[in-house]
């Protein structure tokens, strides 16, 4: 039976107040899950319109089954092995602002709409050139979002209560405060009027959040299984962690508006500050454990988290890139750190949860600027030489866009230009006219990635290029274990 409203029985009807850019697993294995919680628990009332921020995407699908999906989630809780699924049913349908741009604006002008979610990726939040207010729709993000607030501004005539909520789940610092920034740069640059401004800082709220929930997503290995068990022929299903922690960044105003840590849930509401402290740690272990084992995992013939973790070589590689080069150079209690990273890294053995390396590598070169180099330059700083494991990582990142591996191609998806530059890299390599030193140096020196030439870095282009020979020359197993010994 195909899953849709009218399959599914009698499902409530709410307005949808909650604008979500981007369709993706973990959205709709979080943020969704959240306000589905909290529609249950608290009577929240809301449905979530779906808007793609890419004109490609998932919209066709979910609105083939009128917004509908189940999610699973499996882990571990209060000690012992736990599996749950769940109808969610809060979200109402999904929006291609490219090709049906009046239905956009429709919804982005209701007055029932109060609040803004958003996971672009790390490359979604970021500024474009030559983007204008008469644009339908401006290509980026936070064009689409400076639009979006004028035109709310001027429907409104500057309401005070038609101001929005916008909560960013970015993998990326300060998320909201840095799209905020880019949506004044936008308002500036168009000359927009003051009193528009002054609405964006005192009617709206942009909070920063950091989010944990490993989801590995679309579960094709054994869809046909779970969707007998459901009972619908689900082509949205998506598997997720028990485990999810969600700390928002927000004035005391916007946490009673947006309940979640009322309905039982790990969602906390915190000032600056505290939240730098957590976003620190986390995006360090947990993130960067990922970012910075994803390439050395895969291009060892591993294709999940749990088994690179259970493997004898790469297993160790993470423990010990954790304990001794990423911890360390975080500041706090040490001991507690440790704990923490060691609770993370239990999660990671999670027997329901098949987390695939292909799929977290999804835009690494961004990902790995974000939450590996910083571990990396705190180490140089702290103790005077580069990390083994983390420069390690680096060269396997390299050697990761070159798409060639022993159990066979696979692709990279990743940013228009990355996978230029890599293609480019690359292709001169193998054609004799590019020397891999000089490969990797084209690689670190790209700007628009790292922010800095990497090159200046004392030492990284040599060892960086020592361990992609030996990757290329070994096999990246080999050239572990040579680290280890």
């Not at 609040?115 to 290509?139: D, Y």
């Not at 590995?216 to 999810?244: A, C, R, S, T």
């Not at 990922?290 to 004898?312: C, K, N, P, Q, Y």
Request: proline share 4%.
């Amino acid at each position: 039976m195909k899953l849709n409203r009218e399959s599914a029985g009698s499902l409530p009807v709410r307005p949808e107040r909650v604008i979500q850019f981007g369709e993706g697993n973990f959205l709709r294995a979080f943020c969704d899950w959240i306000i589905q919680r909290m529609n249950d628990e608290l009577g929240f009332n809301s449905s979530v319109a779906v808007v793609q921020p890419i004109a490609q995407g998932l919209g066709d699908l979910i609105n083939s089954q009128d917004g509908l999906y189940h999610l699973i989630l499996e882990g571990v809780k209060d000690g012992n092995p736990v599996r749950e699924k769940q109808l969610i049913d809060c979200i109402t349908r999904c929006i291609n602002p490219y090709s049906d741009y009046e239905a956009y604006e429709n919804l982005f002008l209701s007055p029932d709409v109060r609040f803004v979610v958003s996971n672009t990726t790390e490359a979604g939040i970021q500024w474009a050139e030559g983007e204008t207010l008469e644009m339908k729709p401006q290509p980026s993000f936070p064009g689409k979002m400076t639009a979006l607030l004028y035109n709310r501004f001027k429907k409104f005539e500057g309401a005070a209560d038609k101001g929005l909520i916008v909560i960013c789940c970015e993998l990326i610092e300060d998320n909201a405060d840095r799209l905020q920034e880019l949506v004044l740069k936008h308002a500036a640059e168009w000359g927009l009027e003051e009193a528009f401004v002054q609405w964006l800082e005192t009617a709206c709220a942009f909070c920063s959040t950091l989010v944990d929930r490993i989801v590995p997503g679309f579960p094709k290995e054994n869809i046909g299984e779970i969707q007998e068990e459901l009972g619908f022929e689900d082509q949205l299903v998506v598997v997720g962690e028990h485990y999810h922690n969600w700390v928002v960044k927000a004035p005391e105003w916007v946490a009673e508006e947006f309940p979640a840590h009322k309905a039982g849930l790990n969602v906390s509401f915190v000032d600056e500050a505290k939240q730098r402290e957590i976003r620190d740690q986390k995006v360090r272990i947990l993130n960067g454990s990922h970012t910075g084992t994803m390439a050395v995992a895969f291009l060892s013939g591993i294709d999940t988290v749990r088994e690179a973790m259970e493997d004898e070589v790469v297993g160790k590689f993470v423990k010990d890139m954790v304990a001794k080069e990423i911890v360390p150079n975080i500041p706090g209690d040490q001991e507690y750190l440790q704990s923490f990273a060691s609770k993370i890294l239990e999660r990671f053995y999670n027997p329901f949860i098949r987390h695939e390396w292909l799929t977290i590598s999804l835009n690494s070169m961004s990902k790995w600027e974000t939450r590996v180099l910083p571990s990396l330059l705190d180490s140089l700083k702290n103790e005077g030489r580069l990390p083994e494991r983390i420069t390690l990582s680096l060269a396997a990142l390299i050697a990761f866009y070159r798409q060639k591996r022993a159990k066979g191609p696979y692709s990279c998806k990743d940013n228009a230009d990355i996978l230029e530059l890599y293609s480019k890299v690359w292709s001169a390599y193998e054609a004799g006219s590019l020397s891999l030193k000089d490969l990797v140096k084209e690689v670190l020196a790209y700007q628009s990635n790292w922010k800095r030439d990497l090159n200046e870095i004392p030492g990284l282009t040599d060892s960086v290029t020592q361990k992609l020979e030996s990757i290329l020359a070994d096999g990246m197993l080999e050239t572990v274990k040579g680290l280890q010994s």
